[in-house]
């Protein structure tokens, strides 16, 4: 079975995609990481994440990037979205995503466009989502979690950039997919959100 899950920054999809995977025993693939992995690559090299040219060039990342800690930082966030918007860098990081959605067995995989363009046919769609401040908050709560100092409305401005960039740019934005369950979470804690998650994918039929 493929799971396609996708959602907004901080919207909890990778909660609840990493609890599917568990619960279904299905491997796990963070599409985000890819896109972060290409723009602080992009970044480090001198690159301008808004150059096409230069942020292809980024794809080659090694696969150590993306355990670097630097990932999750604001900066690679801001430049993930930024390289997203370009299709040769959505082209290049393709390949490596639709083989782990259609490796046997099945898979789960989380980011903006699973169900969309990755694998339109997976069996269950999911699309997460909550309001900005509440996804603004659990962003800023992770990060100073994780020993950032960061300003809440920075955290905001930034969620509401990236919504705007993913949801505008003209390759795969950022949409439901038709066929997928919505799956909103401004009023579900974690173990709620994954509760919901495992019923509305253990309620859809194979195809
Ligand atoms: N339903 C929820 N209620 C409260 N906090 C949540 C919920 N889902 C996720 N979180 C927390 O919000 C933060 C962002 O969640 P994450 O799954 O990484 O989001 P995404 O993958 O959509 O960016 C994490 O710290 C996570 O523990
Ligand atoms: N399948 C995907 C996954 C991420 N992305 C881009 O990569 C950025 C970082 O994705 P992420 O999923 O790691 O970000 P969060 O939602 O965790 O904040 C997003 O803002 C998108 O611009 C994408 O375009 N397509």
Same mark, same amino acid.
């Given at each position: 079975?493929?799971?396609?899950?996708?959602?907004?920054?901080?919207?909890?999809?990778?909660?609840?995609?990493?609890?599917?995977a568990?619960?279904?025993?299905?491997?796990y693939?963070?599409?985000?990481?890819?896109?972060?992995?290409?723009?602080?690559?992009?970044l480090?090299?001198g690159?301008?994440?808004s150059?096409?040219?230069?942020?292809?060039?980024?794809t080659?990342?090694s696969?150590?990037?993306m355990?670097?800690?630097e990932?999750?930082?604001?900066?690679?966030?801001?430049?993930?979205?930024v390289?997203?918007?370009?299709p040769a860098?959505?082209?290049?990081?393709?390949?490596?995503?639709?083989?782990f959605?259609?490796q046997?067995?099945?898979a789960? %995989?989380?980011?903006r &466009?699973?169900?969309?363009?990755?694998?339109?046919? *997976?069996e269950?769609? @999911?699309?997460?989502t909550? =309001? /900005?401040?509440?996804?603004a908050?659990?962003?800023f709560a992770?990060?100073?979690?994780?020993?950032?100092?960061?300003?809440y409305?920075?955290?905001l401005?930034?969620?509401?950039?990236?919504?705007?960039r993913?949801?505008?740019?003209?390759?795969?934005?950022l949409?439901r997919?038709d066929?997928?369950?919505? %799956?909103?979470t401004? &009023?579900l804690n974690?173990?709620q959100s994954i509760? *919901?998650?495992?019923? @509305?994918?253990?309620g859809? =039929? /194979?195809?």
């Amino acid at each position: 079975m493929i799971i396609a899950v996708d959602g907004p920054a901080a919207s909890g999809k990778g909660t609840v995609a990493r609890a599917l995977a568990l619960h279904f025993m299905l491997p796990y693939l963070d599409t985000g990481l890819l896109y972060r992995a290409t723009g602080l690559q992009c970044l480090r090299h001198g690159g301008d994440p808004s150059n096409e040219a230069e942020a292809k060039a980024a794809t080659g990342f090694s696969d150590a990037m993306m355990d670097d800690l630097e990932i999750r930082s604001e900066a690679a966030s801001r430049a993930a979205s930024v390289v997203s918007a370009h299709p040769a860098v959505r082209q290049a990081l393709l390949e490596r995503q639709v083989d782990f959605a259609t490796q046997p067995g099945g898979a789960v %995989l989380d980011g903006r &466009d699973i169900g969309t363009v990755i694998a339109p046919h *997976a069996e269950a769609k @999911l699309f997460v989502t909550a =309001s /900005p401040e509440t996804r603004a908050k659990r962003r800023f709560a992770q990060l100073v979690g994780e020993g950032s100092k960061v300003a809440y409305d920075h955290v905001l401005t930034d969620i509401l950039a990236r919504d705007e960039r993913d949801s505008s740019r003209s390759a795969a934005p950022l949409k439901r997919a038709d066929d997928a369950a919505l %799956l909103e979470t401004d &009023d579900l804690n974690v173990q709620q959100s994954i509760a *919901a998650a495992i019923a @509305l994918v253990g309620g859809v =039929s /194979p195809r």
